[in-house]
Structures are given as structure tokens and as C-alpha cells.
């Protein structure tokens, strides 16, 4: 099973509340933080919904 590799790239100050309290549910706290993930379609809904906040790759 592959994962994803998610990484902060923008800022969350003039985000909305529900875009923070995803990429928080995510494990990401500063930009430059990155987690790795399982490739679920829930990580992917989650992903999906604050996609211009993050970059993803898919890792091994």
C-alpha cells in the first residue's frame, strides 16, 4: 500500500476555520512540516479539501 508524503507550504493566517482545523487533523503545525500518511480515501478527502495549502507526493 503506497502513502502520501504532505507537506505546508502556505500559511493558514487568512485561512478559514474548517481549512485550519483540517490541515491540524492532517498533523501539520508550521509550514515546512511534513507527515506521511496512508493512501485512505479519507487522507485523501482531507487532501483534497486544502489542496492550495500543500504539495503531496506518493511515497513507498
Known amino acids: 500500500m503506497a502513502n502520501l ?3 505546508l ?3 493558514l493566517v487568512n485561512s478559514k476555520p474548517v481549512q485550519r482545523d483540517t ?3 492532517l498533523g501539520l503545525h508550521r509550514i515546512g512540516a511534513t507527515v506521511v500518511r496512508d493512501d485512505s480515501p479519507a487522507n485523501r478527502g ?3 479539501a486544502v489542496r492550495h ?3 503531496v507526493e506518493e511515497v513507498d
Open 23 to 25: 490541515v491540524r487533523t
Open 46 to 48: 482531507l487532501v483534497h
Open 5 to 7: 508524503k504532505i507537506t
Open 9 to 11: 507550504v502556505r500559511g
Open 53 to 55: 495549502l500543500v504539495t
